[in-house]
């Protein structure tokens, strides 16, 4: 738990569902309708393989 | 001019026929245009279409200003059933409600667990194919367009192959209705009672799963969320309904669409078939090119101002998918069907923002195999009928697809 995880969204590939920005609000926010991560990054891994997992459009990556 | 024009009448005969050359003046007039056959504004331009998808001033939940306006009608007492459960649907929410259903669904219908059905797909198609008749006209759409996709989500949902053919039934009774189909008759009742029949079974299935949970959907969605929140029972009947449903006919019509696109293209069909044409990225193209999903219906929840057109609170739009995908300003030469056009994806066939299609990863997953599958084990696959398109405000799809082979390979000759 201690690693800490810096995801990216690839802004090409999101389409703006924001179910990241819903599954961790302190990482992920929308920016002008499309998914943007915090570069610092979160320390909870398996909260970010979620996010990454459930993208409809896979954009997330690290 | 023709009065189907200018009364923007999307369900003209050749308006149906061929949407795109029907819209082409339509967007390249400025603003959103007013249909009074629709009695709803319309936007074309890919711009316009991908803005309106993700603006929270619009609503998607079109049921319940029916409702409002026409709750007491006898149409709406027949189709109570069906609405207590499309009101349930998280394609109908909108904010906090449509993201927490989002989430919960979400988290049980990945693209991981997709990915994991790639084998049941392949394995289907190949046996779809295996029953083809060679030298005499079949339909490809009732012998592998429409039992792919059905036979993949019942699958998926943990509803045994043998229901297959009554879930069919269900089915096209609901689309009649979500679909809007608005010339069909009784198309209330029937789709009321398909409501009734599917919601029967889908609690029945969700009793057997709650004493004795499976690794499918069904469970899954009985599973998901935490202690405080998790979807009630009337949310997992509803979802395991519009899972069902949408993912029967749009997914049947992108194979069938995408079968015509490439036998009026050979050279494309040639390229996918042999495996020089990236699948995924044909996919892409052939739903840009047909998409099985032609139009999203908004509803304005304040007075806006769209692309310099004043749209007032409560009006309905249509964004035209259709012609969205077709837009010069997007897609050079828009009417070629290119496999390797690189952006593609860019199309609105799934729409955009909060609602963008859940089930896009699985439709994309059968598309990119079945297709290929298709096209090198049969030989001489040509059109033998006449294309006749659904008079459907929503979808692009077929009521047959007729054809022919000449000759028919085994899966391991590949
Ligand atoms: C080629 C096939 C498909 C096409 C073209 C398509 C198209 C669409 C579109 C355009 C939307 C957005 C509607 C809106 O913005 O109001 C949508 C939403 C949705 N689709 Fe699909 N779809 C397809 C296949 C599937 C499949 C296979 C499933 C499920 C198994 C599915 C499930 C859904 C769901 C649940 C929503 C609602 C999402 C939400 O409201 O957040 N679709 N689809």
Redesign the pocket.
Known sequence: MSDVVRPVVDRDVCVGSANCVRLAPGVFSLVEGQGHADPGGSADGDLMRQAADECPVSAIEW | MSTALEALDLLAPDAIADPYTFLAGTRSRPGLSWSSRHKAWVATRHADVTAL?RDPRFT?NRVGTYLEKHGDSPEARAAATFYRVAQEW??LKEGPD?GRL?SLVQAAFSPRVVKNMGGLVVELSDGFVDTFPVGEPFDLLQRFAFPL?ATV?AGMLGVPVEDRDQFKEWSQGLSALVFAASDVEGRHESAARATEELSAYVADLIAQREVDPRDDLISHLIEAGSRQDRLTHLEIVAHAI??LF??HE??TN?ICNSVVALLANPAAAEALRSGEADAGRAVEEL?RYD???KT?IRIALEDVEVAGTQVAEGDRVLLL?SAANRDPAVFADPDVLDLTRANAGAHT???SG???????P??RLEARLALPILLRRTRGLTLAGDLEWQPNLLTRGLERLEVTITDLKESSDE
């Open positions: 998808l998607a998280m394609s449509h989002r996709p989500i519009l899972l949408a993912g749009t997914t992108l739903l998409s099985p999903a999203v998918q066939a799934f729409g909060p609602h963008y299609c859940l089930g896009a699985l439709a």
